[in-house]
Nanobody, 115 residues
Framework: VQLQASGGGLVQPGGSLRLSCAASGSIVSINAISWHRQAPGKLRELVASITRAGDTDYEDSVKGRFIISRDNAENTVYLSMDSLKPEDTAVYYC??????????WGKGTLVTVSS
């Protein structure tokens, strides 16, 4: 499984961004895709996830602001982020969990929220 994350950039507080995670390779082996982030000096944390069945879950601080969705035809998972705050600044990574409990990571994309 290969993952390609994109869509990061610089945005002002209150602004929006949409991240994309394009999956390739053994797509049928993927059980869930999640977004994680790592801010400078902090541990990587789970932000949102979506399972093959379509179930979603969010970290508390992003509930109501972020939405994870998918386009099966494009093998892409999106993270739509609204009402961005400076504390959302981080490198965002997508992760795939397979049915065999293997994890795959894509390269991160930097999101900077600053005026």
């Amino acid at each position: 499984v290969q993952l390609q994350a994109s869509g990061g950039g610089l945005v002002q507080p209150g602004g929006s961004l949409r991240l994309s995670c394009a999956a390739s390779g053994s797509i049928v082996s993927i059980n869930a895709i999640s977004w994680h982030r790592q801010a400078p000096g902090k541990l990587r944390e789970l932000v949102a996830s979506i399972t093959r069945a379509g179930d979603t879950d969010y970290e508390d601080s992003v509930k109501g602001r972020f939405i994870i969705s998918r386009d099966n035809a494009e093998n892409t998972v999106y993270l739509s982020m609204d009402s961005l705050k400076p504390e959302d600044t981080a490198v965002y990574y997508c992760n795939a969990l397979t049915f065999d409990r293997e994890y795959y990571w894509g390269k991160g994309t930097l999101v900077t929220v600053s005026s």
